[in-house]
T-cell receptor
């Protein structure tokens, strides 16, 4: 299996622009997670989906952030408008979800820089 | 509430030395899972191990070993005979509050391991 795929790997944008991050989970995995990693806050869970349905979005920082999962093989995380404090590495992860303790497999991350 | 504490922010060793990474967790649940992930300089997060709360057996995988002690709420990780390729940030994580759709990992702050040749 190709693993979790994320694109782009790097994104540099100006403040106020819309940013869309993309993720393709491992085929057959029922859970998809979006995380953000910063020096100050470490790894934070933003939102996760089960069978394409958002289950918990309590980690989404504010209304500028939105996530969708239109089908089992694709998810997006959108920031509109972007701000410099959104600069971070964004990870997507997926897990089999057949039982709660399944390990999560992470993508390579998208490094976002907002100037 | 769930919490994971990795008190060591950075450890520096010389190649072939052993290094132990501490992980202390907090949870009120009786069913939970503990994980270790490795984040090498390339940035991706690599799954290393999962343990459930009912299995306190220690585990060894090559040069890696894990010591799980419920009495002290600790899940420590030892790298034996460290190598330069072990240089990475290591994260301990906790999954608890198990529900039908509960799968939220709580991560510790990470420990950066630097292995010098």
């Amino acid at each position: 299996d190709a693993g979790v795929i994320q694109s782009p790997r790097h994104e540099v944008t100006e403040m106020g622009q819309e940013v869309t991050l993309r993720c393709k989970p491992i085929s057959g995995h029922d859970y998809l997670f979006w995380y953000r990693q910063t020096m100050m806050r470490g790894l934070e869970l933003l939102i996760y989906f089960n069978n394409n349905v958002p289950i918990d979005d309590s980690g989404m920082p504010e209304d500028r952030f939105s996530a969708k999962m239109p089908n089992a093989s694709f998810s997006t995380l959108k920031i509109q408008p972007s701000e410099p404090r959104d600069s971070a590495v964004y990870f997507c992860a997926s897990s089999g979800g057949t039982w709660a303790g399944d390990e999560q497999y992470f993508g390579p991350g998208t490094r976002l820089t907002v100037t | 509430a769930q919490k994971v504490t990795q008190a060591q922010t950075e450890i520096s060793v010389v190649e072939k030395e052993d290094v132990t990474l501490d992980c202390v967790y907090e949870t009120r649940d009786t069913t939970y899972y503990l994980f270790w992930y490795k984040q090498p300089p390339s940035g991706e997060l690599v799954f290393l191990i999962r343990r459930n709360s009912f299995d306190e057996q220690n585990e060894i995988s090559g040069r890696y070993s894990w010591n799980f002690q419920k009495s002290t709420s600790s899940f420590n990780f030892t790298i034996t005979a460290s190598q330069v390729v072990d240089s990475a940030v290591y994260f301990c994580a906790l999954l608890s509050g198990i529900k039908a759709a509960g799968n939220k990992l709580t991560f510790g702050g990470g420990t950066r391991v630097l292995v010098k040749p």
